[in-house]
């Protein structure tokens, strides 16, 4: 049967019927009686850049009761590049203590999410976004998300180069439907009736999924960037200047599990654009996906899949038949890590800049330990840089004049904000969970901290303290951590329990493979430990992780995500 004779997934009918992401929003924040908004509503909520949650610790509680369910709203802002004045920050910090649960959350995706907010309290939250000349449009929901690019401390000129990439490409992909602010913020409204002057570039059923884009600044694969819809791998020209860039398509991590059909997939490079072309092919990748994409079904709906099924040649003539971008052949460009440089770097301005360690990017003031909201909001009120956030879910205090660097280094000591922590812990990262994820099987941002603790002690006892191991946990197996393509990586299967894969690749460029099921506590540290002894005694000089536990046969390699599922399971055990 072919897409056009499929029923289309739900979602599209309540995108069509929507009129431009209105439903019925407007009237459901007028009900006092529930918490909650109707469901089709809740669909559509999220291209506003939020999601209905309740509180899962106190469900049952609240259901032996007979109590509506602890409903807030979680509210994700927009944040190209991850880049925002320390004004922004204290606002937005604002927002998190008076609205929100007094806690703000470092996405892995470059931006803050504030959780707890009340219905009663989203039209007040997003008029103070928007005073703080900040956004959630878009944040969510099947439309282009926050547009990533490196953070690149060490070079200046280049990192202005990639955001003005990623921020042209984020402006240009932003809907234009007026729902936004007449929803939000009491503006004109202004329903049209022609779909090419209301959308012109999503129409009225914006995309089949969600669509996310990345700007990557080799050596750094800090951003992830084969783990996206589409990238961009800068190339540099002789003088150190951006000249263009590789670009890479079809890559996203969400799977189901037990369901082999659904995998995640690294991106594929299919090939070279100018700098100044970048926008051009941006606009084309996302009209070929809104086209062909699965709009029948949404575990089938992303790039990723639209590019196994019509094949990348087809998808590159596509592309440069709607852009007329001929692209060339990629150029050659090496990763090397995808992890943030701690502590202060210099870049060639002179200016310095902190990367700071947040763990599991929580900020909040730990009682005894790192005061993170009361330390940040001090060194938003002095600092004349900007905050870089970063993929590793971390936050540079960045372009500090070099007069400055005195008195962040005071405050940071002051607040106890950690500028570093273990190999694997700096390496290691959480998605949110429970209790706020509906989608979450199994704990992860409040479970992750004490096993690192055990795997660190673990690692001490080989000897291996100082190696470097990506790890990485989601709460289900939607990935919004990663987890595929970490040495190490967790997924939620039910309560305390979790699969493990191995075998990714240190810089990000190639898949993990499923190595175990359903592990406690105990059972992966009983299933690492021999891993660790093997590869402590027989590992080659400088190998990673990940690439041992392939050569040492405890897991074959991924070529790709169509081989993810392929050969699973342990195949060495000690
Ligand atoms: C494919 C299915 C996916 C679904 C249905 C999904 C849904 C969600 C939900 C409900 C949350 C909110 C959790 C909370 O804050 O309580 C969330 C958080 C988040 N997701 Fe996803 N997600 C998916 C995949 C991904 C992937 C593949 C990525 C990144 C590559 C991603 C990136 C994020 C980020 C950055 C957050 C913010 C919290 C954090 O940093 O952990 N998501 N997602
Ligand atoms: S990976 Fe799953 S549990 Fe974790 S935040 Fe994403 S959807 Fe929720």
């Known amino acids: 049967m ?33 918490g909650a908004i109707v469901e089709d509503d809740q669909q559509l909520v999220k291209f506003h850049g939020m999601y209905l949650q309740d509180d899962r610790d106190l469900r049952a509680e609240r259901g032996k009761k007979k109590m509506e369910k602890a409903f807030s709203f979680m509210i994700r802002l927009r944040i190209p590049g991850g880049v925002c004045t320390p004004q922004q920050f204290l606002q937005v910090q604002h927002i998190a203590q008076v609205y929100g649960n007094d806690t703000m959350r470092l996405t892995t995706r470059q931006t803050f999410q504030l959780h707890g907010i009340i219905k009663s309290n989203l039209k007040a939250t997003m008029r103070e976004i928007d005073d703080a000349l900040l956004t959630t449009i878009a944040a969510c929901g099947d439309v282009n998300r926050n547009v990533m690019s490196v953070t690149n401390p060490l070079q200046s000129r280049v990192h202005a180069q990639a955001y003005e990439t990623g921020k042209a490409i984020s402006d240009h992909l ?96 299919m090939g070279y654009c100018k700098f100044d072309e970048t926008v051009k092919i941006a606009e084309a990748v996302l009209t070929v996906q809104r086209d062909w994409g699965d709009r029948t079904n949404r575990a089938h709906a992303r790039l990723k899949y639209t590019i196994e099924d019509r094949g990348l040649d087809a998808f590159r ?86 007069d400055q660097h005195w008195d962040m280094d005071k405050l940071v000591a002051q607040y106890k904000l950690t500028r570093d922590a273990s190999p694997v812990r700096k390496n290691s990262m959480a998605c949110v969970a429970l209790p706020t994820c509906g989608l979450a099987l199994a704990e992860s941002e409040r479970y992750l901290p004490d096993l690192i603790t055990e795997i660190e002690e673990r690692l001490a006892s080989h000897g291996l303290t100082d190696n470097e191991i990506v790890i990485r946990m989601t709460g289900c197996p ?86 993810f599922h392929v050969n699973t399971g342990a195949k060495r055990t000690a």
């Open 317 to 402: 003539a596509e592309v440069e038949k709607r852009s007329g971008v001929k692209l060339d052949a990629p150029k050659p460009y090496i990763f090397d890590s995808m992890s943030d440089r701690y502590g202060w770097t210099e870049s060639e301005n002179g200016n310095g800049h902190l990367t700071l360690f947040v763990q599991n990017g929580r900020i909040r003031d730990i009682p005894g330990g790192p005061q993170w909201m009361t330390g940040l909001k001090k060194i938003a009120e002095t600092l004349q840089g900007e905050f870089r956030l970063t993929a590793n879910q971390n936050i540079i205090i960045s372009n500090v004049q070099p």
């Open 2 to 34: 072919t897409t056009a004779t499929k029923e289309l997934a739900r979602n599209e009918h309540i995108k069509d019927a929507s009129r431009y992401l209105r439903g019925t929003l407007a009237e459901g924040l007028q009900q006092e009686i529930t």
């Open 174 to 269: 932003i809907p234009e439907t007026t729902a936004y602010r007449e929803i939000w913020l009491d503006g004109e409204k202004i329903v049209g009736s022609d779909e090419e002057v209301v959308e012109p570039i999503y129409g009225k059923t914006y995309l089949p999924r969600k669509f996310k884009v990345v700007i990557a600044v080799p050596p750094s694969n800090e951003v992830d960037v084969f783990a996206h819809d589409l990238g961009y791998i800068a190339i540099l020209n002789e003088d150190g200047n951006i000249e263009g860039y590789n670009v890479t398509v079809g890559g996203g991590m969400g799977m189901t599990h037990g369901q082999p059909e659904t995998y995640p997939r690294t991106a594929d490079v």
């Open 478 to 563: 939607n990935g919004c951590a990663r987890p595929y393509l970490a040495e190490i990586g967790f997924v939620g299967k039910t309560p305390g329990k979790y699969n493990m894969y191995l075998g990714a690749a240190f810089d990000g460029s190639r898949l993990s493979k499923l190595y175990a099921e359903d592990l406690d506590h105990k059972g992966i540290v009983a299933t690492l430990d021999p891993i660790f002894a093997a590869y402590k005694n027989e590992r080659q000089e400088g190998e990673h992780f990940g690439d041992f536990t392939i050569r040492a046969g405890f897991v074959a390699p991924t070529s790709n995500g169509a081989d």
